[in-house]
């Protein structure tokens, strides 16, 4: 069966894009899944370290809440698994200045920033690691990290070939049609823990109030009728999926359903707020129980570790390490 690998980085909130194109796929699947907090990737950029820390349990706790099976998957923290820093390194050692400098994201990035942190730059070869520790297949991911799973597929097929036969060679796979939730206030770019404005992202701790205003205000187009039309109407489309996605009905189906925008938006927000609010109660009862949580994923780690520690041996040995 093909392993699939997510991480979830803890900078700003979760989401409803995080949700119905990540999670929901993972909880609802069958298959043979590795899902981690990246802690280590929200060190990238500036950061404060109680929030990072804080934010980190919260995930957890969201993911759990919303679902996710722990026994049924490896999950858990990326730095309680020392192994990921131990084969990014031996994996830097397989990557070429340029190469990681011609990553997009790097680019965009680091012209946004005064103070570029050398990790934004190595953090592809992080992922790489990330990818390659478990054996993964495949990685779903949007378009803005393609690029990334390119660089960990060429890695580890240059690894392989100089060094032997080391790494399963993985591949991006597109996340579920439709998977992609666009930015309420701005409906051609995606919903975003990083750059949404909070009007733009749906979190997915927002009480039902926020819920209702932010989709009454999402932007639509000029028009009046209701049609599904991502690239003509992409406010109107988005709102369409984000309905489909919570009702599980196709997008084109429901437009025929409604007259006005404001119909619409309506039945949105209740689709939205239902689907939400078994997760936040069982949020609210796991969140009191934080000793519950890190035990799970102390117990997520050690499965994890095992794993990893087979790969960092085998690449240390390829490598031309002494086994100690
Ligand atoms: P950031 O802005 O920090 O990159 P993000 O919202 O993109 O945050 P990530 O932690 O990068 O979230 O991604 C977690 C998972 O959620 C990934 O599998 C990613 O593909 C998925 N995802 C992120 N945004 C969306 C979205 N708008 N629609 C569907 N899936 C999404
Ligand atoms: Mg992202």
Redesign the pocket.
Known sequence: MARRL????P??NL?L??Y???LRPIIEGTGDTVVFI?DLHALTLDHDPADVRDRTLEFATLLLAAGLDPDACLFMVQSHVPEHTELHYLLECATGYGEAQRMIQFKEKSRRQQQVRMSLLTYPILMAADILLYDTDEV???D??SQHVELARDIAIRFNGRYGDTFTVPRAVN?PVA????DLSSPTE??????SSAAGALRLLDEPDAVRRKVMRAVTDTGTTVTYDPAGSPGVANLLDILAGCTGARPDDLAAGFDRYGELKKAVADAVVDTLTPIQDRYRKLAAQPDHVRDVLRAGAARARAAAGATVDRAKAAIGLLPA
């Open positions: 997510t991480g979830f980085t900078s700003g989401h894009g995080n119905l194109g990540a990246s779903p991911v949007g803005d990290q996340p998977a992609r939730v666009m995606k919903m975003s823990k990083s750059t």
